[in-house]
């Protein structure tokens, strides 16, 4: 089946230093997306996206779909303590309705 | 974004109990229904989808006659943990899809503890 491998597992960063998070499917997707879950929530929508090539900001978030439509990531410039939790990515694959989750990336900033 | 609601957000039952869990979309029709659970700081582990009109979809490994998912309706699903046992504890999550958008909407979860 498909499979959606996510590295690294745990990420320690300064406060201030930056911060990536890869994503890498088994087969070619539809589209990707990615969420946050804060300690103790449940998963938030981040952005999705759906074109070969695509990136997309949201302030110090930057998302990138490869070329082949199979990889992903996620950088955070100039890490805040605000963005501790865990970032999963999750793909479609073509045809399907089923999302695959990344097993999660945990980040912890130390202030 | 689209609001799920989850209910109850935790409960503790007896070893041998049944508990029900229900998941609503509240200003969507959720055509899909994703349960998954997570166990403490691993990932989301997909136990079954529903769609709408037909029957849950359960992933390997997945007891469907201990985890028993209905998709009553377009707005509420309900998973009933049947006999729990201790094991069963863990964090269970839903999450909801409606007609025409591919992101998923996720409820508040709710954390089962079997005595």
């Known amino acids: ?111 | 974004g689209a609001v799920v609601s989850q209910h109850p957000s935790w409960v503790i039952c007896k070893s041998g109990t049944s508990v029900k869990i229900e998941c609503r979309s509240l200003d969507f029709q959720a055509t899909t229904m994703f349960w998954y659970r997570q166990f403490p700081k691993q990932s989301l582990m997909l136990m079954a989808t529903s769609n709408e009109g037909s029957k849950a979809t359960y992933e390997q490994g997945v007891e469907k006659d201990k985890f028993l998912i209905n998709h009553a309706s377009l707005t509420l699903s309900t998973l009933t943990v049947t006999s729990a046992h201790p094991e069963d504890s863990s964090f269970y999550i839903c999450s909801a899809r409606g007609r025409w958008n591919t992101e998923a909407f996720f409820g508040q979860g709710t954390r089962l503890t079997v005595v």
């Open chain 1, 1 to 111: 089946g498909q499979q959606v491998m996510q590295i690294p597992q745990y990420q320690h960063v300064q406060e201030g230093e930056d911060f990536t998070t890869y994503c890498n499917s088994s087969t070619t997707l539809s589209n990707i997306q990615w969420y946050k879950q804060r300690p103790g929530g449940h998963p938030v929508f981040l952005i999705q996206l759906v074109k070969s090539g695509e990136v997309k900001k949201q302030k110090r978030l930057t998302f990138q779909f490869g070329e082949a439509k199979k990889n992903s990531s996620l950088h955070i410039t100039a890490t805040q303590t605000t963005d501790v939790g865990t970032y999963f990515c999750a793909g479609l694959k073509a045809g399907s309705y089923q999302l695959t989750f990344g097993k999660g990336t945990k980040l912890s900033v130390i202030p």
